[in-house]
Structures are given as C-alpha cells and as structure tokens.
C-alpha cells in the first residue's frame, strides 16, 4: 500500500500532460529520497548470467531491497529482469525501477563482424542497422543499456582491445561512433526496443604503453585533444546517454579519478549531461595505481572527481555517506549523479512501466530473426578485406573439381563470432567456413584437413593436411586467431599468425609450388603477414565474422560478393614496426623519394618504413582508376567552402563498390601537423564500363586543430589534397586558406 499511494502522489498529478517533464519528476522523487537511497542509485552490482571481471561477492537482493543498489550488470532474460526488477519495485522503500546492463558489442544473439572489422565496411548505414538489430534483440531479453561503442583510437595492434574500435583515425572513429550510438539509441528512448549507449573507455585507453591492456598512458595535451578526445566530443553531440571512465592512468592520474578530463572538460567544455559509470571496479583499482589510499579514498577520488556510477567496487555503497557526513564529498554531487541516472531511468520509461522491457512473446520471436541472419551476412562480407590477389586467383570458380580447405577455423563454429560476443551461440547457430562452402560445391569437390589446432604444437596432423592439398586443383588455408587472443586482456608481443599455422603453410607451400593458395584470415588484430605473402598468392582478411561468417566468406570465395572492405588499421612489416600508423608527423630528415635508400635519414637498416598493408587498402576482383581532380577554387577563406571532385570508372569487368578516401595535408603549422588526415569519405557502387564522379564539400572545420596553447582554430596557409582508394598516395592538388 505505501508503494502504491507514493506512485499515486509522486506521478499522478505529473503524467497527464507532462510525460516529458522528466526534470520535475526526478526532482519530485529525489525530496523524498534519503541520502543512502540516493548513494544507492549510484551502484551497479553484477548478476550471474554472464562474468566480464574479476569475481566480486555480493548479496543482491538484500541489497535491491534496501535501495542499495541503482543498476545491475550480467543480468538478462525476461524471467530473470522480472524477478529483480519486482523486487525493486514491490519491495523497496521508493519501488524505483533497476537499470540492467551488458556488454552487447558487436551484436547480441545474431552477432556482427568485431567492431575492427564492422569499421572496414566503411558503411555507416550497416554499422548503425547492425546496432539497431543489436538493440532490437538485447531489449527483448530486458536489457536497457549496453557498455559501446568503444571509441577509443587505437595505433597499437599489440593491444587486444583494437578489436572493438574502428581503428587509427580520428574522423573515422568519430563517424563510427555516432552510427552505433543512435542504432543503439534510436530516435526515442522511451520506444521499448531501444537501449542507452556508452561511450567508453574515457580517455586514451588506446595508446597504453607497450601495448599491454590496462597499462599507463602518457601523452602532451595537443595529442590528446587532437587524437583521443574528439570521438568522445563527437559521441556527445550525438546524444550518447552514458559515458564509461576508463581503467588507465593519463599522465598520472587514474582516468575514474581524473576532474581534469571528467568534471572540466566532459562537463564543463562539452555540457554533458548524461551519467559516467566506472568500468569494472576501476574506481578501486586507483588504489594499485597508488593514487589512492585505501578504498574509502578511491571512493571520495572517484565522486569528486565526476563518476556517477561505481561498477561493482562496492565503494561508493559503504563509504559515500560517511565522506558527505564529514565534508570530504558535496552532497551536491551525490545528488547530481543520483539525478542523472533517474532521468535515464525516465527517458526510457521505466518509471511508467518497470516491465515494459519484460515481454515474453517478444523475447520469444526476436532473436536470430531471417532478416537479422541476412544483414548479418551482408555485412559480414562487406567487412571482409581482399589484402592481396595475384594473378586474380580469386573468385574461385564452382566448377573447379577438387577445393582442398586446410586449417584450425575451417569447421570452427565458436572463434567465428570473436570476443565480446555477447549472447551469441558458440556452435549450432554460427555458420562455419565449411557449411558456408558446402552451398556452392557438391561434397565430392570438398576435401578437408584440420591440418593443426591454433595453439598446440602438434604436428601429426600436417601428413594429413599436405597429402589432401596434394589432391585438390586449388587450397583455401582458414586460419588465424583463437577468439580469447584480442579483446579485453588479450595482450600480444608477436603479432604473426600464432602457434605452428605458419609452419604448416610454409609446408603446403613446397609441397605445392605451382598450385594457387589463398589464406582466409580470422583474427582481431592486425598481424604480420610478412612471410605469408610470398607464400600464397591471395589473402582474405574476414576477421572475426559472425554468425553469418562462413556463408559471407563463401560469397566472397566464390564471387557472388566483390569484396569492398577497406583497412581501418596499418598492418606492420614486423612487431619492431609498431606504432605505425598513416597519419604520423614528419621529422627534420625524411627519406627522399628520390633515394629511399639516403644514409642519415629516420629509417630502420633491415625494414623499409612503409606499412605491409596501408590504412585505407583494399582490393576488389574488379579495377577503379580515378581522375580528374578537380577544385572549385583554389582558395578557400573562413566563410566559405570549396568543392572537390574526382572522377571514378570500374575499368574492370565486374561490377563493385568503392570508398573514396579524402586526404589533406596541412603542410605549415605553428605545431608539426601529421603527413596527411583523413577529412572525408564515400562509399559507391558502379557497375563494369560504368563511371561517377565524386564530390567532396571542404569547409575550415575540417582543417582546425588544437595548437600549443590549446587553442581550438585554423591556420592560412597551403594545404596539399588528394582522393584516392587509400592512404598510400600522393598528393594532387594545393589550395590556400585565407581570411
């Protein structure tokens, strides 16, 4: 009875009329709501449906009870939310409704390509309809809030965690970013198959050192407001509900601990005003940094400094009222953050239907729907890179009479779907290479041979592997990474395919070395393919493909899809390259073109310096040339724009898509300005014979930068241009910036 005359009085008076007035509501809510209820909206405890951390104990029911608790982590299902979410309302103090979390990353039970591999569609439509069915199926199992998209820019494909961005640019992140965020989101929360957004990991979690997750990052504050803070501005406006503090230190302070990047600029600059929640525990971890004390010092640390939310530290639940009561914490804060998180609750309309998210048919006929199956294939391909094609041995053709398919992932139905695959299924709904293939062969033009497992150093499966590739007209090597190699504390020094796969092509090679071999790759990095490419003749990077993988890379094995994937990230020669990234700055002694080979230049003595694989490469079984480039003028000035175009022809005989990729270069700056940014792209489709042009619109906006005294502007000046199919390219044209 209370709970019901509280609901009465509170929203009663508020509902008709005033659906949208959240602000009232909240504020309605919160005079009636204690200190400890209010610091109880700013804990997340984890369920068990799922374990994405260290195991921390817990009593949640006592705790949903108490008003201790505002959001839960790992728990789903309708009968599962159903049962925590009655608790919360019918049998706490305010019956304030729970907010469930997970981690849907690249999909939720039909899975995407990994995030790394989703951003080399360069498609911003399919990476936003991939989130949008992700929400779809997430908020039918009573999820109401996922932790992507990662934004963090990474140039280290040493970490593990590369494989949830969208790889080394800044505009790229930035535009990747948005595309997630209002999939996830959609146009209204309060719709019942949406779900907040995260933006994470803030800020710089991608340039830890050495590579190694988790580890410090220190960097000036140009190259942090030039690189690494934009996709989170970009993810602000938008609209992202959430942001995620992340588990680094930059430049010694703990990023859950840091006001500088939380309170002056999230807050401050950007005026954002949804919630921050810690990543997992990392408000405690401030004390193994030696920032913090003990754990009642990482809890003053973590609220002054503008996280709203503790994940699972327990921190804020035992030691915030005692810090308010002693003045160490404004209560002032605590209400801030406790009034954020409300208003999320009440965007998404919990508080006018706690189990609105709860719907058994829904939940029954959502997930794995055909036309999810299909876009997840679609995508799949479209995310797939051609990284090499000699002598055009690809497509394969159907009437080939015998295909040798050799490696660890050829039958693979669990690393398919990568890391972070949420609730998708590791076997019975993820289609493997080899069921993909059986759709366009017969089974007597198949052979197989496991060859060797990813990790172990047993070979008695190369007999088997060399004598089936012996038999066959043409071999498809499937090979690459485990799923636990990339994502979260997957961490690697050798970036070369791992285990004994590479000796195992070495073999098949000299076995067969006049037959054509083509390596299909899935991994969540990129790897050292600087011995595989003399030893096969094409590559296939699929990455981590999803649940639709096998059938994509057969559309692509055998060209019904023309591979159009285009690399976000630089591929090494070698780890001693690393970071190698294409926007890099110049030194005082660059090699010359006309003699790359110039003693006393900023070069390696046993490696060129060029990339194996450019940002921006990707081939296609059909030929583009472009010409033309065009400018509107030769000058542009602070209030107007300039027009650039090129002409692009399919000169091959297949039609396909292509990215055209803008690039400009700043080539005198008051600080050093990287060789050439990425400012534009466009992906089209042109049939065989068929040509288009392609138009670029160039504003100021797209040549600011922060200066050395963090001034946000532009500069006069002469600016080098260029459209091209990647970043390996030389510049074309010049215009002046004037006032």
């Excluded at 039970?109 to 069915?133: C, H, K, Q, Y």
């Excluded at 005026?271 to 401030?286: C, H, L, P, Q, R």
Aim: glycine share 8%; with cysteine; charged share 25%.
């Amino acid at each position: 009875m209370k709970l019901r005359f509280l609901y009465i009085i509170l929203f009663g008076a508020l509902s008709t009329g005033f659906s949208q007035n959240y602000e009232a509501k909240v504020d309605s809510l919160m005079n009636l709501m204690t200190l400890q209820e209010k610091i109880g909206q700013t804990v997340m405890y984890s369920g068990h449906w799922d374990q994405t951390g260290p195991v921390v104990g817990s009593d949640n029911g006592k705790y949903i009870r108490e008003g201790n608790m505002g959001a839960m982590l790992n728990a789903m299902s309708v009968k599962g939310t159903r049962d925590l979410q009655t608790i919360a309302v019918e049998e706490s103090r305010l019956g304030i409704p729970l907010l469930f979390g997970y981690d849907v990353i690249h999909g939720h039970r039909t899975i995407f390509p990994i995030n790394l591999g989703l951003s080399a569609s360069w498609d911003l439509a399919m990476v936003e309809e991939s989130s949008r069915i992700a929400a779809e199926e997430a908020s039918a199992e009573g999820i109401h809030w996922t932790f992507a998209p990662m934004i963090d820019v990474s140039r280290e494909p040493r970490w593990g965690r590369i494989s949830e961005g969208a790889g080394e640019d800044v505009y790229l992140n930035n535009e990747m970013g948005k595309a997630y965020i209002h999939g996830f989101q959609g146009d209204d929360l309060s719709q019942p198959n949406t779900i907040l957004a995260c933006a994470k990991h803030y800020v710089a979690y991608g340039a830890a050192q050495a590579g190694r997750d988790y580890h410090t990052t220190n960097m000036g504050e140009g190259e942090l407001r030039n690189v690494y803070l934009p996709p989170f501005k970009a993810a602000v406006e938008a609209g992202v509900e959430t942001f995620m503090s992340a588990f680094n230190e930059l430049n010694g302070v703990p990023t859950s601990g840091n006001k500088f990047t939380l309170r002056d600029i999230l807050r401050e600059e950007w005026k954002f005003d949804g919630f921050v929640v810690s990543d997992y525990t990392s408000i405690n971890e401030m004390i193994q940094h030696g920032f913090a004390k003990d754990s009642v010092d990482a809890a003053r640390i973590g609220m002054n400094a503008g996280v709203d939310m503790d994940m699972v530290g327990h921190v804020y639940r035992l030691h915030l009222k005692k810090l308010v009561e002693e003045g160490k914490v404004p209560e002032a804060y605590i209400n801030e953050a406790c009034k954020r998180i409300l208003l999320a609750k009440f965007k998404l309309g919990l508080f006018d239907d706690p189990y609105r998210y709860i719907d058994e048919d829904r939940e029954a006929n959502t997930a794995y729907k055909p036309e999810f199956l299909a876009k997840a294939r679609e995508i799949a391909a479209a995310s797939s890179v051609l990284l090499q094609n000699n002598n055009d041995v690809l497509p394969l053709s159907k009437n080939t009479k015998k295909i040798a398919f050799i490696g660890p992932l050829v039958k693979d139905e669990a690393d398919i779907i990568g890391n972070w695959a949420a609730k998708g299924e590791r076997g019975g709904k993820a289609v493997s290479v080899f069921e993909g293939v059986s759709e366009y062969l017969t089974s007597n033009q198949i052979l197989y041979a496991k060859g060797c497992e990813i990790l172990k150093d047993d070979e008695s499966g190369f007999e088997d592997a060399i004598s089936v590739s012996k038999q066959a007209d043409e071999i498809v090597l499937v090979m690459g990474e485990d799923h636990h190699m990339s994502g979260e504390a997957a961490s690697r020094t050798d970036l070369k395919i791992p285990g004994i796969q590479p000796k195992l092509i070495q073999k098949i090679r000299e076995a067969n070395p006049n037959k054509n071999i083509t390596l299909v790759l899935m991994n969540g990095r990129p790897l050292n393919l600087s011995d595989e490419i003399h030893l096969v003749d094409a590559i296939l990077e699929v990455w981590f493909p999803g649940t639709m993988g096998g059938a994509a890379t057969a559309d692509l094995l055998f060209g019904k899809v023309n591979p159009s994937g285009k690399l976000t990230v630089t591929f090494p020669r070698n780890v001693g390259q690393v970071p190698i990234y294409y926007n890099m700055k110049n030194t005082g002694r660059p090699i010359p073109e006309s003699n790359p080979k110039e003693d006393y230049k900023s070069n390696y003595i046993d490696v060129a310096n060029t990339p194996l694989f450019a940002f921006g490469h990707g081939l296609s079984y059909t030929k583009f040339e472009y010409s033309d480039l065009k400018l509107s003028s030769d000058e542009l000035t602070f209030n107007n724009t300039i027009e650039a175009s090129v002409t692009i022809s399919n000169i091959g005989d297949v039609d396909g898509h292509e990215i055209a990729q803008l690039y400009i270069h700043d080539k005198v700056g008051s600080v050093t300005r990287p060789v050439k940014e990425l400012k534009g792209f466009q992906k089209i489709f042109l049939k065989k014979g068929e040509s288009k042009t392609v138009t670029f619109t160039i504003s100021v906006d797209d040549l600011k930068f922060y200066n050395s005294e963090m001034t946000y502007g532009v500069e006069t000046g002469e600016f080098d241009i260029a459209i091209a199919p990647s970043s390996d390219v030389k510049f074309q044209h010049v215009f002046n910036l004037t006032q």
